[in-house]
């Protein structure tokens, strides 16, 4: 690309209008450089024109090096292409891809495999806890987690994946010179060394209602799905996951207690079909994975160690009940095998310990049955 359609596309990021159906339009048929220019001609003519016309792209680039950023736009090698993915595409009035993106840390095309958690800014300790143990475990599973650095649920999705010495994202809604909220100054630096800040406003932009809306639809675009741990009625989540919708990537949920307002949003997701429930990071993977290759959870736990004994000896075993000394009789009575069949094993039982001998011929449990 060139260095005037880089400007060009700079000075349009710092209009701040990421998510703009009228801009999307223009630059898609007429190109970033010629909307650049046209709005700087239209000067006082309109309001759009008279922020152009005041803005130092110049400047904006020196912002850039001294915040330790680079700024990328569709055709750089580090270009995430699925951010294409939302062009064309609306949700509650806002469309299209990023102008361009800021960047510090890690190369974007490295960052591969990407799951949104996203949820709650007042989150409980119980959807706290499910967003560490969900992204530790992805991030563990070499997945990259997405989320957008603030309070609660995104927070905890961090530092999951962190915990686990695994790489994550963070979509900001502020330049990335000072990103929001500034609590969690100390988290976004540790993001910033296991993976990437990203944001579509240049440094020294605070964010905004509508950046916030915007930053959502980067969070499902840069991932392969969204999961919504906790999650109000009202909810910048559900506005992830509706983009996550709208751009044909699963939607899953957590569920969470019926007496929380936090399981709203979550709950109406699977209720209506939008979203797979979900409570695990196996079970995530799994839904990602293609047909065949991962088999889907049995919700069974792990075996125990009377589970890998045969039908047969297994059956003796739990007829002998806890206390008692039990006669062949006994035992082939409330099995229904054969004398032949149990005396044959309780002699297996006998020999790997899982039953001893009791008095006149009779079997018990022993204290520590061995496997």
């Known amino acids: 690309m060139s260095a005037d359609e880089r400007m060009a596309r700079m000075g349009l990021c710092g209009l701040a209008a990421m998510g703009s159906p009228a801009v999307e339009k223009a630059v898609a048929d007429l190109g970033a450089v010629a909307v650049w220019e046209g709005l700087r001609a239209e000067g006082e003519a309109t309001a759009m024109g008279r922020r152009a016309a005041v803005l130092d792209v110049a400047a904006m680039a020196r912002a850039t090096a001294v915040a330790g950023c680079r700024f990328l736009i569709p055709g750089d090698t580090e270009w995430p292409e699925s951010a294409e993915s939302l062009a064309g595409v609306s949700v509650a009035g806002q469309s299209g891809p990023p102008l361009g993106l800021w960047v510090i840390g890690e190369p974007l095309d490295g960052l591969t495999g990407g799951v949104a958690v996203v949820g709650a800014r007042a989150c409980t300790s119980y959807g706290e806890q499910v967003a560490v143990t969900i992204a530790a475990d992805l991030a563990a599973e070499g997945h990259t987690v997405v989320s957008g650095l603030a309070y609660g649920i995104d927070a905890a999705a961090h530092r999951g994946a962190i915990g686990a010495r695994g790489r994550t994202v963070a ?79 699963p939607v899953m949920a957590v569920p969470g207690p019926v007496t929380s307002s936090l399981s709203a949003t979550p709950h109406r997701l699977i209720r209506d079909g939008e979203a797979v429930l979900v409570s695990s990071a196996e079970e995530i993977t799994a839904l990602l994975s293609p047909v065949g290759t991962r088999p889907e959870p049995n919700g069974r736990g792990r075996d125990r160690p009377i589970d890998a004994l045969p039908a047969g000896p297994r059956e003796v075993r ?54």
């Open 171 to 249: 979509v900001v809604a502020s330049g990335l010179d000072d990103p929001y909220p500034a609590a969690n100054a100390r988290l976004a630096d540790a993001v910033r060394r296991h993976g990437a800040l990203v944001s579509e406003l240049p440094p020294g932009y605070r964010p905004t209602r509508y950046a916030f809306l915007a930053r959502n639809r980067l969070i499902a675009a840069l991932s392969e799905a969204v999961v919504v741990a906790e999650a109000s009625h009202r909810s910048g989540a559900k506005n992830t996951a509706s983009w996550g919708l709208a751009i044909g990537r």
């Open 318 to 371: 739990e007829a002998v009940r806890s206390g008692e000394e039990a006669s062949f009789a006994d035992l082939a009575g409330r099995t229904g095998q054969t004398m032949t069949e149990t005396l044959a094993n309780v002699a297996e039982l006998l020999d790997r310990g899982w039953l001893e001998e009791g008095r006149d011929g009779t079997v018990r449990l022993p204290g520590r049955p061995r496997a």
